[in-house]
Protein backbone atom coordinates (compact mmCIF):
# COMPACT_ATOMS: atom_id res chain seq x y z
CA UNK A 1 0.00 0.00 0.00
CA UNK A 2 1.24 3.17 -1.09
CA UNK A 3 0.89 6.54 1.23
CA UNK A 4 -0.26 9.44 -0.62
CA UNK A 5 0.52 12.60 1.27
CA UNK A 6 -1.38 15.09 -0.59
CA UNK A 7 -3.67 18.06 -0.83
CA UNK A 8 -6.42 18.64 -3.79
CA UNK A 9 -4.17 20.75 -5.99
CA UNK A 10 -2.51 20.43 -9.58
CA UNK A 11 -0.14 19.03 -8.29
CA UNK A 12 -1.61 16.61 -6.01
CA UNK A 13 -4.07 15.20 -8.71
CA UNK A 14 -1.08 14.43 -11.21
CA UNK A 15 -0.40 11.56 -8.68
CA UNK A 16 -4.36 10.20 -7.49
CA UNK A 17 -4.55 10.01 -11.85
CA UNK A 18 -1.23 7.96 -12.31
CA UNK A 19 -2.36 5.43 -9.18
CA UNK A 20 -5.95 5.20 -10.55
CA UNK A 21 -4.48 4.60 -13.80
CA UNK A 22 -1.46 2.21 -12.75
CA UNK A 23 -4.06 0.21 -10.82
CA UNK A 24 -1.97 0.46 -7.65
CA UNK A 25 -3.89 0.75 -4.24
CA UNK A 26 -2.87 3.69 -2.15
CA UNK A 27 -4.40 5.48 0.99
CA UNK A 28 -4.51 9.13 1.32
CA UNK A 29 -3.20 11.24 3.61
CA UNK A 30 -4.50 14.65 3.87
CA UNK A 31 -1.56 17.15 4.26
CA UNK A 32 -3.75 20.93 4.63
CA UNK A 33 -1.27 23.50 3.09
CA UNK A 34 -3.71 26.34 4.38
CA UNK A 35 -3.22 25.18 7.57
CA UNK A 36 0.45 24.84 7.52
CA UNK A 37 0.76 21.07 7.72
CA UNK A 38 3.57 20.93 4.78
CA UNK A 39 6.07 22.60 7.69
CA UNK A 40 5.39 19.67 10.57
CA UNK A 41 8.09 17.81 11.02
CA UNK A 42 6.76 14.08 10.08
CA UNK A 43 6.49 15.70 6.72
CA UNK A 44 9.22 17.39 6.10
CA UNK A 45 10.70 14.27 6.89
CA UNK A 46 9.65 13.19 3.49
CA UNK A 47 9.25 16.32 1.66
CA UNK A 48 11.89 18.96 3.25
CA UNK A 49 10.53 21.16 0.72
CA UNK A 50 7.05 21.40 2.23
CA UNK A 51 5.20 20.56 -1.04
CA UNK A 52 2.51 17.77 -1.46
CA UNK A 53 2.63 15.50 -3.14
CA UNK A 54 4.61 13.32 -1.54
CA UNK A 55 4.69 9.12 -1.65
CA UNK A 56 5.76 6.83 0.86
CA UNK A 57 6.58 3.30 -0.70
CA UNK A 58 6.47 0.48 2.07
CA UNK A 59 7.39 -2.24 -0.28
CA UNK A 60 9.93 0.01 -1.77
CA UNK A 61 13.29 -1.18 -3.62
CA UNK A 62 14.75 -4.44 -1.95
CA UNK A 63 11.53 -4.60 -0.22
CA UNK A 64 12.53 -1.90 2.00
CA UNK A 65 10.26 1.32 2.49
CA UNK A 66 11.36 4.49 0.30
CA UNK A 67 9.79 8.20 0.74
CA UNK A 68 9.48 10.04 -2.97
CA UNK A 69 8.92 13.96 -3.34
CA UNK A 70 8.31 16.33 -6.01
CA UNK A 71 5.61 15.00 -8.62
CA UNK A 72 7.89 14.54 -11.42
CA UNK A 73 10.41 12.17 -9.54
CA UNK A 74 6.81 10.39 -7.88
CA UNK A 75 5.83 9.94 -11.59
CA UNK A 76 9.05 8.19 -12.78
CA UNK A 77 8.89 6.46 -9.63
CA UNK A 78 5.46 5.04 -10.46
CA UNK A 79 6.20 4.09 -13.79
CA UNK A 80 9.42 2.27 -13.18
CA UNK A 81 7.68 0.58 -10.51
CA UNK A 82 4.61 -0.69 -12.11
CA UNK A 83 6.23 -1.02 -15.74
CA UNK A 84 3.64 1.34 -17.25
CA UNK A 85 2.98 4.43 -18.85
CA UNK A 86 6.79 4.88 -19.55
CA UNK A 87 7.98 2.74 -22.95
CA UNK A 88 11.26 0.75 -22.48
CA UNK A 89 12.93 2.05 -25.07
CA UNK A 90 15.41 4.99 -24.98
CA UNK A 91 14.12 7.44 -28.05
CA UNK A 92 10.44 6.85 -26.92
CA UNK A 93 11.24 7.21 -22.94
CA UNK A 94 12.99 10.60 -24.15
CA UNK A 95 9.83 12.07 -25.56
CA UNK A 96 8.07 11.25 -22.07
CA UNK A 97 10.62 12.98 -19.91
CA UNK A 98 10.78 15.90 -22.40
CA UNK A 99 7.03 16.40 -21.79
CA UNK A 100 7.07 15.60 -18.16
CA UNK A 101 9.74 17.94 -17.37
CA UNK A 102 8.29 20.50 -19.65
CA UNK A 103 5.40 20.52 -17.49
CA UNK A 104 7.40 20.65 -14.30
CA UNK A 105 9.49 23.51 -15.72
CA UNK A 106 6.23 25.93 -17.27
CA UNK A 107 3.21 24.04 -17.71
CA UNK A 108 2.23 24.47 -13.79
CA UNK A 109 4.58 27.28 -12.52
CA UNK A 110 3.27 29.76 -15.14
CA UNK A 111 -0.13 28.72 -15.06
CA UNK A 112 0.14 28.87 -11.11
CA UNK A 113 1.86 32.58 -11.54
CA UNK A 114 -1.81 33.63 -13.24
CA UNK A 115 -3.60 32.03 -10.15
CA UNK A 116 -1.36 34.08 -7.97
CA UNK A 117 -1.67 37.44 -9.83
CA UNK A 118 -5.39 36.84 -10.14
CA UNK A 119 -5.63 37.33 -6.21
CA UNK A 120 -3.67 40.57 -5.76
CA UNK A 121 -5.12 43.61 -5.61
CA UNK A 122 -5.44 45.38 -9.01
CA UNK A 123 -2.95 48.16 -8.65
CA UNK A 124 -0.20 45.52 -8.05
CA UNK A 125 -2.00 43.07 -10.47
CA UNK A 126 -1.28 44.70 -14.11
CA UNK A 127 2.19 43.67 -14.87
CA UNK A 128 2.71 39.93 -13.47
CA UNK A 129 -0.75 39.02 -14.92
CA UNK A 130 0.12 40.52 -18.04
CA UNK A 131 3.24 38.47 -18.42
CA UNK A 132 1.76 35.12 -17.29
CA UNK A 133 -1.12 34.93 -19.02
CA UNK A 134 0.59 35.52 -22.62
CA UNK A 135 3.29 32.87 -20.81
CA UNK A 136 0.36 30.48 -20.06
CA UNK A 137 -1.54 31.29 -23.49
CA UNK A 138 2.13 30.54 -25.33
CA UNK A 139 2.26 27.35 -23.51
CA UNK A 140 -0.82 25.91 -24.38
CA UNK A 141 0.12 27.15 -27.95
CA UNK A 142 2.82 24.59 -28.25
CA UNK A 143 0.70 22.08 -26.23
CA UNK A 144 -1.69 22.30 -28.67
CA UNK A 145 1.10 21.67 -31.89
CA UNK A 146 2.41 18.64 -30.22
CA UNK A 147 -1.21 17.14 -29.57
CA UNK A 148 -1.54 18.08 -33.38
CA UNK A 149 1.23 15.42 -34.24
CA UNK A 150 0.71 13.10 -31.52
CA UNK A 151 -2.84 11.43 -29.90
CA UNK A 152 -1.30 11.50 -26.64
CA UNK A 153 1.81 14.27 -25.58
CA UNK A 154 4.97 12.04 -26.27
CA UNK A 155 2.65 9.10 -28.49
CA UNK A 156 1.09 6.58 -26.57
CA UNK A 157 -0.10 7.55 -23.19
CA UNK A 158 2.19 8.14 -20.38
CA UNK A 159 2.58 9.60 -17.22
CA UNK A 160 3.59 13.27 -19.07
CA UNK A 161 -0.37 12.97 -20.07
CA UNK A 162 -0.75 12.81 -16.34
CA UNK A 163 1.37 15.32 -15.40
CA UNK A 164 0.11 18.10 -18.13
CA UNK A 165 -3.95 17.04 -17.09
CA UNK A 166 -3.23 18.00 -13.71
CA UNK A 167 -2.38 21.29 -14.59
CA UNK A 168 -5.28 21.83 -17.64
CA UNK A 169 -7.68 20.46 -15.18
CA UNK A 170 -7.33 24.17 -13.55
CA UNK A 171 -7.86 25.65 -17.16
CA UNK A 172 -11.02 27.88 -16.10
CA UNK A 173 -9.14 29.17 -13.02
CA UNK A 174 -6.55 30.31 -15.62
CA UNK A 175 -8.70 31.74 -17.66
CA UNK A 176 -8.27 29.51 -20.70
CA UNK A 177 -10.81 28.51 -23.23
CA UNK A 178 -10.06 25.00 -24.26
CA UNK A 179 -12.18 26.34 -28.00
CA UNK A 180 -8.72 28.54 -28.46
CA UNK A 181 -6.75 25.21 -28.72
CA UNK A 182 -8.57 22.37 -30.32
CA UNK A 183 -6.29 19.49 -30.01
CA UNK A 184 -5.74 20.17 -26.38
CA UNK A 185 -9.83 20.19 -25.88
CA UNK A 186 -9.85 16.74 -27.69
CA UNK A 187 -6.95 15.17 -25.84
CA UNK A 188 -8.30 16.52 -22.61
CA UNK A 189 -12.24 15.44 -23.55
CA UNK A 190 -10.37 12.56 -24.37
CA UNK A 191 -8.66 11.62 -20.90
CA UNK A 192 -10.92 12.94 -18.99
CA UNK A 193 -13.53 9.91 -20.22
CA UNK A 194 -11.30 7.48 -18.99
CA UNK A 195 -12.25 5.98 -15.89
CA UNK A 196 -8.91 6.18 -13.98
CA UNK A 197 -8.82 9.18 -14.88
CA UNK A 198 -11.91 10.25 -13.25
CA UNK A 199 -11.30 8.48 -10.75
CA UNK A 200 -8.20 10.56 -9.76
CA UNK A 201 -10.40 13.53 -10.10
CA UNK A 202 -12.81 12.41 -7.65
CA UNK A 203 -10.95 10.99 -4.94
CA UNK A 204 -11.46 13.15 -2.01
CA UNK A 205 -7.73 14.88 -1.34
CA UNK A 206 -8.78 17.10 1.07
N1 LIG B 1 7.63 21.08 -8.03
C1 LIG B 1 6.73 20.60 -7.01
C2 LIG B 1 5.70 21.67 -6.72
C3 LIG B 1 4.74 21.24 -5.65
C4 LIG B 1 3.90 22.39 -5.16
O1 LIG B 1 4.05 23.56 -5.59
N2 LIG B 1 3.00 22.10 -4.23
C5 LIG B 1 2.16 23.12 -3.65
C6 LIG B 1 0.68 22.80 -3.87
S1 LIG B 1 0.32 22.59 -5.59
C7 LIG B 1 2.41 23.17 -2.15
O2 LIG B 1 2.56 22.15 -1.52
N3 LIG B 1 2.47 24.37 -1.57
C8 LIG B 1 2.66 24.53 -0.17
C9 LIG B 1 3.71 25.55 0.15
O3 LIG B 1 4.28 26.15 -0.77
O4 LIG B 1 3.98 25.77 1.34
C10 LIG B 1 6.07 19.30 -7.48
O5 LIG B 1 5.78 19.21 -8.68
O6 LIG B 1 5.86 18.38 -6.66
Redesign the pocket.
Known sequence: MIELHT?N????R?ISVALEEMGVPYQVKV?D?TK?Q??EPAFLAI?P??????IVDEDGPGGAPISV??????LIYLAEKTGQFMPQDVRSRVAVLEWLMWQ?GGF??ML?QVHHFLTVNEADRAYGLNRYMKETRRLYGVLDGQLERAEFVAGPLSIADF?IIGWAWRHERHQVDLNDFPRVKRWYEGLMARPGVKRGFEVALS
Do not use: H, L
Open positions: WTPNGKVIGQFSNNRIPAFESGAIMGPGA
